[in-house]
């Protein structure tokens, strides 16, 4: 049997080298309810894994897997440590080196979730605030907001108290079976609580905007949950009402900020260009065996790092 | 909408609409079809003055309330938040769909002419 260190360090390293295939390669567009999956399960393992290997580095053997072995080995340190100078203190001081700097990721991680988490929520409590002092309902959009600005949007606030937001300007642009389509669209975001999907993606990406393997799967699973929100108004319009209704509002002209001010524009058309050809073309699901074959890669993915954490073998 | 951000509404309304800053009773008086009481309204301006969309200022013996931005700059502050032109992309809201370049959009365009539909202008 290996040590848990090396498998730790292992999953850790694979993950990270199965994120950056999985944001390049082409199967997700096919099935994204499963490719979402395997992204999340990829992000939890490789959480577990890294702070799991450190923990590891400075555990005890036991019984009670490298959990326990940690707290066992970050009681004895502490001891042996106490005792003064020497090899023995040394390597107390060493192990207690790796264990807080375990502690220290796994604390960051979940900083970084509560933080973004309290973030959204204030942006959102803001957004209703306003929303409930300036839109006011139409009945070609029923169940939605109205805004009265001519540049086109369309959006949903999730939450308890959901909202849709169709701005006066997309009213304008679209016919009423491309806002139905607009509508059914969003309905599945929020239906679905597609937002606490990217929440933590996003968190991560705002923690570490320069790492490049973050921002590609956040920017990776948020293209994601537009298809599946898609599919999902696919299964109430037509095809083409989307593919138009998409088309109008994302080349309307009035746009806020003088053009070029949008950060990543390339990302923006390639996001764009994949969900139009998706509609306009849709390609053929991935044959069930291989969703639920995804669907075992992601749980054995979490599950080996939590064993590996709890038990000992 | 519950009754008390139905008020808010009403009262900014009120606010925006006025060129010159209004006192509690002045306000009251441009909602007379809602039968507000007096002590209604000063509680609902209150509010608003503490959320930040009014601002009070005492001119003799009355306070008088204005709107602490007109309404456009509360529409705008919207609607960059919904488009996202802030800068970052935050999972606070989803957007349908968001703004490609002029070049891409010629792409689109044709993509879905192809498919037999001429996009209306």
Redesign the interface.
């Known amino acids: 049997m290996f040590p848990p260190v090396l498998v730790l360090a292992a999953v850790a390293a694979g993950t990270a080298l199965g994120a950056a295939a999985l944001a390049s390669a082409r199967w997700p567009y096919r099935s994204p309810g499963a490719a979402i999956l395997l992204w999340q399960a990829l992000g939890l393992s490789w959480g577990l894994a890294a702070v799991g290997a450190l923990a590891a580095l400075g555990a005890v053997p036991g019984e009670h897997g490298v959990a326990g072995g940690a707290l066992s080995g970050a009681a004895g340190a502490l001891r042996s440590a106490a005792l003064g100078f020497g090899p023995p203190a040394l390597m107390a001081a060493a192990r207690l080196a790796v264990l807080a700097a375990s502690a220290a990721l796994f604390a960051l991680l979940i900083w970084v979730l509560l933080a973004a988490s309290a973030a959204v929520l204030v942006a959102r409590r803001r957004h209703r605030v306003l929303l409930s002092l300036l839109a006011h309902g139409d009945p070609k959009v029923p169940g939605a907001l109205v805004v009265d600005h001519p540049a086109a949007a369309a959006y949903c606030v999730p939450g308890l108290r959901s909202k849709i937001v169709i701005s006066a300007g997309t009213l304008d642009l679209l016919d009423s079976a491309e806002l139905a389509a607009v509508l059914a669209h969003e309905r599945a975001h929020l239906r679905a609580r597609h937002d606490l999907v990217l929440l933590p993606f996003s968190a991560l990406g705002q923690a570490f905007p320069r790492a490049r393997l973050v921002r590609q799967a956040h920017a990776t699973v948020a293209l994601l949950v537009e298809m599946l929100a898609d599919d999902r108004a696919l299964r109430q319009r037509p095809a083409r009402e989307l593919a138009t209704a998409l088309l109008r509002v994302g080349t309307s002209g009035a746009s806020l900020a003088p053009s070029g001010a949008l950060a990543a524009a390339s990302a923006v058309d390639a996001e764009m260009t994949a969900r139009v050809a998706r509609l306009l073309v849709p390609p053929a699901r991935l044959p069930l065996p291989v969703q639920a074959l995804v669907c075992c890669a992601a749980a054995l993915l979490v599950a080996v790092p939590v064993m590996l954490l709890l038990f000992s073998f | ?1 519950n009754r008390l ?1 139905e008020l ?2 009403a009262i ?1 309304d009120v606010l925006w609409d006025s060129t010159e800053p209004l006192t509690v009773r002045q306000v009251g008086l441009c909602l007379t079809n809602r039968d507000l009481a007096h002590t209604t309204v000063m509680t609902v301006l209150d509010r608003l003055a503490k ?1 930040g ?1 009014a601002r009070r200022e005492r001119d003799g013996r009355a306070w008088h309330y204005r709107a602490a931005a007109n ?1 456009e700059a ?10 996202d ?1 802030t ?16 070049s ?2 010629a ?3 044709r ?2 002419e192809s ?1 037999g ?1 001429l ?1 209306r202008d």
Request: proline share 2%; net charge positive; no cysteine.
């Open positions: 909408m951000g808010e509404r900014m959320k969309f309404r509360y529409v705008t502050e919207l609607m960059l938040h919904a488009l032109q800068g970052d992309r935050s999972a606070a809201l989803t957007s349908f769909a968001r703004r490609v370049s002029d891409e959009a792409v689109l365009r993509a879905l498919f539909e996009p």
